[in-house]
């Protein structure tokens, strides 16, 4: 007697085998979508900070970045009109972008404090890094400055550096 199809165990073999095969995917699939999402806002503060040094440039105006814990700002240098005079007035200079962060922003400056300016030079006024705090294990998750460079970096646990790439 001939028969065609399959056995019940056969079906339940190759049910389970894609089974795993999914589990794994999904678990690999989890694990790199939150590296993107960390690279993704690292190159984001990147391009803000490049944008910001350019405009300082163009306009010949120093620029101010301010972090918080979850969020920077970008401000120009316009008052008093029309070129400014080189000092953040809170209430009068012209805010140019204010972002909020999904990760915590941990600045590591040589001033201590949280905010540096860029002159109309490019130069930035204070050198050290900003990290974004994540648990994942990205390609980049960090900005080193220096007066004259801003670089995408990753942040290493044992030294607590972040070195540029």
């Keep these: 007697m001939k028969t065609s199809g399959m ?3 056969e079906l339940v073999v190759v049910i389970s085998i894609i089974g795993i095969l999914l ?3 999904g678990l690999g699939f989890s694990g790199w979508t939150g590296k993107y999402k960390v690279e993704s806002q690292t190159n984001e503060l990147y391009a803000d900070l ?3 040094r350019i405009r300082a440039m163009q306009k010949k105006r120093v ?3 301010m972090l918080a814990p979850t969020s920077y700002s970008i401000v120009e240098d316009t008052y008093p009109p029309p070129d400014g005079n080189g000092r953040r007035e809170a209430d009068s200079d012209t805010l140019i972008l204010d972002k909020d962060t999904t990760y ?3 600045p590591k400056l040589s001033s201590g404090t949280a905010e540096f300016s ?3 030079r490019g130069l930035l006024s204070d050198t050290g890094n900003i ?4 648990e994942v294990s990205p ?3 960090c900005i080193v400055l220096s007066a004259t460079r801003i670089n995408m970096g990753l942040y290493d646990k044992d030294t607590g550096e972040c070195n540029a790439k």
């Design 50 to 52: 490049m944008d910001a």
């Design 63 to 65: 620029y101010f970045v």
């Design 104 to 106: 915590r922003l941990i």
């Design 7 to 9: 056995t019940l165990i």
């Design 139 to 141: 390609d980049y998750d």
């Design 118 to 120: 860029i002159n109309n």
């Design 131 to 134: 990290r974004l705090d994540s």
């Design 23 to 25: 589990v794994a995917l």
